[in-house]
């Protein structure tokens, strides 16, 4: 994605922002009126709001209007939204592409060089980019080495064969942290591995599915308050819940699809653990939308942080917004048509 030459360059390659959690504390819906739901005064949801934006591409004017809470939460739920790819940082780029496509599989999709900036960019998945979600890998000239932090749990893929995976992981060099086996508490199988900056990878037994790269484990503080975001912000589904209090944890499965068919967001609350470090190897999560004007102001008014307002990028008008969930966490916003264009 074009976008990357402002959200994943060097010059970013700093600890991601934190901010207070209190914006993102949502009332309960028994407690309170529907004006109330997302912390607004009355005065401001019974009033029409609107925002008119002019696109800089020549004398066409794009207007986004929002009239009520209802309305942006209902378009959120209808936008044409699924996983583009997930951004982050690797200290050679070579050798995780000579591993990702050798050992699990991949296909190097595209590659582009940007030495103005210092960095390059490696797309690699199972499909391609219109229609499957992929890697984005990141290498900033002379780094070598990136914190990855304690929030980012893991990647996800299915595999029909895990044992044989891990075999060929390991006669590349690759580490396996957990061997072949039944997943605590339940019956799929698992098995952990690192790639050579030490993202680990979750390779999960499933039969065929048109999504083999198909979750990112990330660690949250209160497990309740993420779910309502990422539903009523980004427009997700919260697909299962599963709680395993001897090993004192709870999981989340949100998506725009099921888990056996798209990729989804794994977000993990450890009990008692309310903050972590997230390091800055990992970047953030690209998501298509068809009006990423409205995308941003559903995130606002839902307490999220836009941290790049909607609009097109300088030099390709690929229009794209960006903006942190209640832990920190980054998403990207693209427009639907604009990404297409980048990948014809």
Known sequence: MAASSVVSNGRLGLPFATFSTKAFLLPSIKMTSRSQLFGLKHSIVTHKMRRIVVQATGDAVQSSTITSQEEALEWAKKDNRRLLHVVYRVGDLDKTIRFYTECLGMKLLRKRDIPEEKYTNAFLGYGPED???VVELTYNYGVDKYDIGTG?????I??????????????KGGKV?????????GKTVIAFIEDPDGYKFEILQRDSTPEPLC???LRVGDLDRSIEFYKKAYGMEL?????NPEYKYTIAMMGYGP??????????????VKEYEKGNGYGQIAIGTDDVYKTAEVIKLCGGKVTREPGPLPGINTKITSCLDPDGWKSVFVDNIDFAKELE
């Open 259 to 272: 888990e056996d068919k798209s990729a989804v967001l794994e977000l993990t609350y450890n009990y008692g």
């Open 131 to 133: 229609s499957n979600f």
């Open 239 to 243: 697909l299962r819940t599963r709680d």
């Open 152 to 156: 980012f749990g893991h990647f996800g």
């Open 158 to 171: 299915a595999v029909e064969d895990v044992a044989k995976t891990v075999d060929l992981v390991r006669a």
């Open 177 to 185: 942290t957990r061997e072949p086996g039944p997943v605590k508490g």
């Open 215 to 217: 979750q990112v484990m």
